[in-house]
């Protein structure tokens, strides 16, 4: 079974994009017994829902293998209602990440697979609707209508949507016993087993090129995606915080410069202005870890006040 082992972060100008550049890679492999693998590796975005019902529109019956860190929660309720409408099983493989969005696309499988070595958490209620600021009683209710949709019990819809606000709750087999979130675990000697995540190249300039692309135009829930999961939700990492604060711009945030300190941090300099008339000319020092096979910002200290 073929693998696509890149996730390509493009890069526009001097670093600055006028919009996300990065997008999930979706692939289909057919295989045997007519049982196509669909995989989704990478930051979900808006738009990849469109790419994601073309591609499994050439399927009957098929696997969606998912290694995700999560992205816009739309675009995972949307991939989900694609995947529940056309019967297709969903499965995180051995050592791969599913979380927050991505995490939403899964419990749409029919039949569900987990392998124990891989990580799939749930995030608060998202932020963001349709690119606006939610409460997060409305996040709640647009993740419960979907969960319903799901056919998920009670129980199960109460523990996704009281997530932490911060950070990620893991999925255990005992919470999911406890809750009625059943799965499976994949036969090991099953003709079509799913692969497992590719590990990308330990690549910091990368992260943080698309960590600051997403703030650009002001998108919480990408930029996020960037940041290792137990630190989402909080402060500066926070979906409604990013999305408050750089929507607020008469001259949008632009990177000015990258280099790289070292095997793991990355100095950033970039420019804006807010709406209030505050011009920033600023830098930060972003530190970040080899976490799930992929590069994640774990730290920023800004250098010079904004």
């Known amino acids: 079974m073929s693998r696509r082992s890149s996730w390509i972060f493009a890069l526009i100008g001097a670093f600055a994009c006028s919009e996300v550049c990065n997008a999930a890679d979706i ?108 409460e997060s009683g409305v996040g709640n209710a647009l993740v419960g209508a979907y969960l319903n949709q799901m056919g998920l019990s009670e129980n199960a819809v109460v523990y996704v949507t009281s997530a932490p606000p911060e950070g990620i709750e893991w999925l255990t087999a005992a919470k999911a016993k406890e809750t009625g979130i059943d799965f499976e675990m994949p036969r090991s000697d099953a003709p079509s087993s799913p692969p497992g995540a590719v590990e990308l190249p330990n690549d910091p300039l990368a992260a943080v090129v698309g960590f600051y692309g997403a703030l650009a135009v002001a998108d919480g829930e990408t930029a996020a995606a960037f940041v290792i999961p137990d630190k989402r939700g909080k402060g500066p990492f926070s979906e409604a915080n990013i999305h408050a604060f750089y929507s607020a711009m008469a001259r949008p945030l632009t990177v000015t410069s990258t280099t790289r300190l070292s095997t793991s941090d990355v100095r950033v300099g970039y420019e804006y202005k807010t709406n209030a008339g505050r011009n920033c000319q600023g830098r930060a020092d972003v530190q970040t870890v080899y976490q799930f096979g992929r590069t994640l910002i774990s730290h920023i200290k800004a250098l010079d006040g904004c």
Request: aromatic share 6%.
């Open 27 to 134: 692939t289909r492999t057919p295989s045997a017994g007519g049982l196509d693998i669909i995989q989704l590796r990478g930051v979900m975005n808006s738009g990849d829902e469109d790419v994601f019902r073309k591609i499994a529109a050439e399927s009957q019956k098929a696997l969606i293998a998912l290694d995700s860190q999560g992205g816009s929660v739309k675009t995972g309720i949307e991939i989900g209602k694609a995947i529940r409408l056309r019967g297709f099983a969903t499965v995180v493989a051995s050592n791969a990440l599913c979380a927050s969005a991505c995490a939403l696309t899964w419990l749409a499988g029919s039949p569900r697979f987990l392998e124990p070595s891989s990580k799939l958490g749930f995030h608060a209620a998202f932020r963001l609707v349709d690119g606006k600021a939610s």
